[in-house]
């Protein structure tokens, strides 16, 4: 047990997913996992453990922004034994051919702040993926289907943004999507030898305004889970 995490040793797998909302751990967890069980729920932050085709999982809740979900990849590194973790999330697409619903696999995360760049002091440290995750994601994609793309995203500290001027170079250099997790968690993977990956449904569009509406969001969603769980286990 450690202090934003409730579980038992043991309890949590090696292979952790972690979106952001508490409770689309649940949904993946009943919707994915047999015989999953909760083993976390401090402070509303929900985790599960159950089997995805023999292989045992973890769907752990890590909140919003780089500083929540640093806590709970540390600890879930740290204390747990987690080997893998993948980001399952929603994102904003920034490029005109990235098209809301489409699933964005994160080779890299820019980011401007970070809870871990004072480590860095002068150097622009760049977070990148796991590879042999993300080939193995990019083809679970192609066997499922899914409309995918392989690039860099961008990892924000702030939601409500006024930076019209930072939107415009990242879609400039090529930015496929802004999410506020994945630069933090590609960081603490590399500093812990431990293997990370995002992967991301497109909600919105900050180019057309284009929203996902939520009852259509979960046939999509349920895509970016099963890859990420056919990606852990290949």
Same mark, same amino acid.
């Given at each position: 047990m ?6 038992? %040793?043991?309890?949590?797998a090696?292979?952790?997913?972690m %979106?952001?909302?508490p ?13 999953a069980? =909760? ?8 985790? $599960? ?6 292989? +045992?999982?973890?769907i752990q809740?890590s ?10 990849a540390?600890?879930l ?10 980001r399952?999330?929603?994102?904003g ?8 619903? @489409?699933v964005?696999i ?11 760049s004072g480590?860095f002091?002068e150097?622009n ?9 993300l ?10 289907g899914t ?7 961008y990892s924000s500290?702030v $939601?409500? /943004?006024e +930076?019209?001027d930072l ?7 090529g ?5 506020m ?6 960081t =603490? /993977?590399a500093r ?5 990956l ?5 909600? @919105?569009? =900050?180019q057309?305004?284009?929203?996902l509406?939520s009852?259509?969001r979960?046939?999509?969603?349920? @895509?970016?889970?099963?890859?990420a769980?056919? /990606? /852990? $286990?290949?």
């Amino acid at each position: 047990m450690t202090v934003h995490i409730g579980a038992a %040793p043991g309890d949590i797998a090696e292979t952790v997913l972690m %979106p952001g909302d508490p409770y689309r751990a649940r949904w993946a967890a009943e919707t994915f996992l047999q015989d999953a069980k =909760l083993i976390n729920e401090v402070r509303g932050m929900l985790g $599960f453990t159950g089997t995805y085709k023999g292989n +045992r999982v973890t769907i752990q809740g890590s909140g919003m922004g780089m500083p929540s979900l640093s806590i709970y990849a540390n600890e879930l590194i740290s204390e747990y034994g987690a080997q893998t973790l993948i980001r399952i999330g929603s994102c904003g697409g920034m490029q005109s051919h990235v098209a809301v619903r @489409d699933v964005i696999i994160a080779m890299s995360a820019t980011t401007i702040t970070s809870p871990s760049s004072g480590i860095f002091k002068e150097i622009n440290y760049a977070p990148t993926a796991n590879y042999d995750l993300l080939a193995a994601a990019v083809t679970a994609a192609k066997a499922k289907g899914t409309r995918t793309h392989v690039g860099g995203i961008y990892s924000s500290d702030v $939601f409500y /943004a006024e +930076r019209p001027d930072l939107d415009e170079q990242m879609t400039r250099h090529g930015i496929l999507g802004v999410e506020m997790e994945a630069a933090e968690l590609y960081t =603490l /993977a590399a500093r812990h030898g431990r293997r990370a990956l995002a992967i991301l449904t497109v909600s @919105d569009h =900050l180019q057309t305004g284009e929203a996902l509406p939520s009852e259509d969001r979960e046939k999509t969603f349920g @895509d970016m889970v099963e890859i990420a769980l056919e /990606a /852990a $286990f290949t």
